[in-house]
C-alpha cells in the first residue's frame, strides 16, 4: 500500500525533473526499499529515476528489480547506457539476466562491454544450467602464495571494490592451482608479523566444488559446513570462482517454491505469478490435470467392471473413498519423504533395497493401524454389513493398499531420478492415479475372495 501511495509524488518529481527530490529518493532508502518503492512504475520511469542515482546506488536497486523489470529497462532504454549498467552488475547476476533478454539485444550490447566482462559473460554462459558453473561469481580473492602478509593486505585494498566478498581470501600458484584459503580473520591476525607469506598461515584442507557439480549437492555441502563462500574448481584444480551463502539462499527459496509447485502437480512458473501469461498458467497446469483425469476414468473404468458385485454388496461403495484415499495419502507421504532425501543427499539410487525393506515395515506398521480403524468403523459405527466376516473386508484391504502405497511412493521417485526426470514434478501424479487403480482391484477382489 506504501508504494503505491508514493507513486504520485514519484511521478510528479519526474515530471518536473526534480533533480535534488529524486536523488535523495534514490539514495534516502536502503535500494531494495527503494525498488519496492517504484512497483508500480513502468520500465522507462523506473530507468528515469535511476539515471539521478549515484552510480554505485543504481546498480544495487537494479538489482532488487524484478526480473521481468530488469529484462523491460535493458531491451528498451540506451544501450550505451546499459551496457555501462551491466558492465558493475556481479558476473553471476549479469549472466542470470541476460540470458532471459532478447538474443538480439544481447548481441548489441556485448561489443559495448569491457573485452574481459565480455569474455566472463561468454565463459559463463557456456555452462549447464543448473550447475555450480551456471550460478558462480567470478569476483573473488585469489592472491599467489609467495606473497607477504603486508602485500596481501596492501593487494586486497587496491582492488577491495572489485570483489563479492572478503570473507576467505583463496591462495594459489602461478597458474591459478588452489593450494589454499586464509579466512579474513586469521590475515588480519597475523599481522603484527607481516613478513610472514600467505603460504605459511593458509589453510590447505580445502572445501571446493567442480563446475559440473550439481546446484542441489553445492547446496547440501554449503549447509552442511555453514560455509560463507565455496570456491568451484575445474577438473585441473584450478579456481574458476565462487558461490556465496546468499547465492545458495536463492537456490534454496527457488526449489522451495519449485517444489510447492511440484507439490500440487504444477508444473514451474518461469516468472512470477502476476507477472505469467494466462495461457502458460493454464497449459502448465492443465497438462498434469489432463494426466489426473485420465487416471480418474481408468479409474471408473475399474469401477464399471465390478458393477454387478457391487450391485449384490451395496454397502462396499461407501467405502471406496476411503480406500482410495488411504493408499494415495500414504504414496504421498512416501513420495514426499524420499524425494526429500534425495534433494538433501540423505539417500542415494544405490539405497533403493534399504529403502524397499524400510517402506515394507513401515507400509506395514501403517496398514495395521488403519486396518483397526476400518474394522471399528465397519462394525460399529456404520450400519451396513452385518456379521462377522462381511467387517474383514474393508480393514484388510486398507492393510494392502497402504502397504502397496508406500511402496509405490517410495519407490517411483527413484525410478524417475534413475531416468532422468524430475522426481518431486512427476512422482505425486503418479503415485495417486496408480494408488486410486490398484485400490479399486485390490478392494473388489478382497471382497471377492471374503464374501464368495
Excluded at 514519484?10 to 534516502?28: I, K, Q, S, T
Excluded at 531416468?419 to 487403480?437: E, K, R
Aim: proline share 4%.
Amino acid at each position: 500500500m506504501i508504494n503505491t501511495l508514493y507513486l504520485p509524488e514519484l511521478r510528479e518529481m519526474l515530471a518536473a525533473n526534480d533533480e535534488v527530490e529524486l536523488r535523495e529518493f534514490c539514495g534516502a532508502l536502503h535500494p531494495s526499499r527503494t525498488a519496492d518503492f517504484m512497483e508500480g512504475l513502468s520500465g522507462d520511469e523506473t530507468w528515469r529515476v535511476l539515471r539521478y542515482a549515484e552510480e554505485s546506488t543504481r546498480v544495487m536497486v537494479f538489482e532488487y528489480l524484478p526480473l521481468a523489470k530488469q529484462r523491460e529497462i535493458i531491451e528498451t532504454q540506451d544501450r550505451v547506457e546499459i551496457a555501462r549498467l551491466v558492465s558493475q552488475l556481479t558476473s553471476d547476476e549479469r549472466v542470470d539476466i541476460l540470458q532471459e533478454c532478447d538474443a538480439e539485444v544481447v548481441r548489441q550490447l556485448l561489443p559495448l562491454l569491457p573485452a574481459e566482462d565480455r569474455r566472463d559473460i561468454l565463459r559463463l554462459s557456456q555452462y549447464p544450467e543448473g550447475t555450480a558453473g551456471s550460478v558462480m561469481a567470478t569476483e573473488f580473492v585469489a592472491l599467489p602464495e609467495t606473497l607477504t602478509i603486508r602485500q596481501a593486505m596492501d593487494e586486497i585494498a587496491r582492488q577491495a571494490d572489485q570483489y563479492e566478498t572478503m570473507y576467505y581470501i583463496y591462495i594459489v600458484d602461478e597458474i591459478g592451482h588452489l593450494h589454499g584459503v586464509v579466512t579474513a580473520r586469521v590475515l588480519l591476525s597475523q599481522l603484527r608479523v607481516p613478513t610472514t607469506t600467505l603460504a605459511e598461515i593458509m589453510n590447505p584442507s580445502l572445501i571446493t566444488v567442480n563446475v559440473g557439480d550439481q546446484l542441489s549437492d553445492v547446496v547440501n555441502k554449503v549447509a552442511k559446513l555453514d560455509l560463507l563462500a565455496i570456491p568451484v574448481v575445474d577438473h585441473e584444480g584450478r579456481i574458476m570462482g565462487i558461490i556465496t551463502f546468499d547465492d545458495v539462499i536463492d537456490l534454496v527459496r527457488e526449489e522451495a517454491t519449485d517444489d510447492a509447485y511440484r507439490a500440487a502437480a504444477v508444473a514451474p512458473l518461469e516468472e512470477p505469478y502476476l507477472q505469467t501469461n494466462v495461457w502458460t498458467i493454464g497449459w502448465k497446469r492443465g497438462v498434469w490435470l489432463a494426466v489426473l483425469l485420465c487416471f480418474s476414468l481408468i479409474t471408473a473404468y475399474s469401477l464399471r467392471i465390478y458393477e454387478a458385485r457391487l450391485e449384490t454388496w451395496v454397502w462396499l461403495v461407501a467405502f471406496i473413498p476411503l480406500i482410495i484415499s488411504s493408499g494415495g495419502n500414504s504414496g504421498n507421504q512416501s513420495a514426499t519423504l524420499i524425494i526429500t532425501a534425495l534433494s538433501q543427499g540423505q539417500a542415494k539410487l544405490r539405497d533403493w533395497l534399504r529403502i524397499f525393506v524400510r517402506e515394507i515395515a513401515v507400509g506395514l506398521i501403517l496398514g495395521v493401524e488403519l486396518a483397526l480403524i476400518g474394522f471399528v468403523i465397519t462394525t460399529f459405527l456404520i450400519g451396513g454389513p452385518t456379521g462377522w466376516v462381511e467387517p474383514l473386508v474393508v480393514p484388510l484391504t486398507l492393510m494392502l493398499v497402504v502397504l502397496f502405497g508406500s511402496l509405490l511412493g517410495s519407490m517411483l521417485p527413484l525410478l524417475f531420478k534413475a531416468l532422468g526426470l524430475d522426481p518431486a514434478l512427476m512422482s505425486n501424479p503418479f503415485v495417486a492415479g496408480t494408488c486410486d487403480i490398484v485400490g479399486i482391484f485390490v478392494y473388489m477382489n478382497v471382497a471377492l475372495w471374503i464374501l464368495t
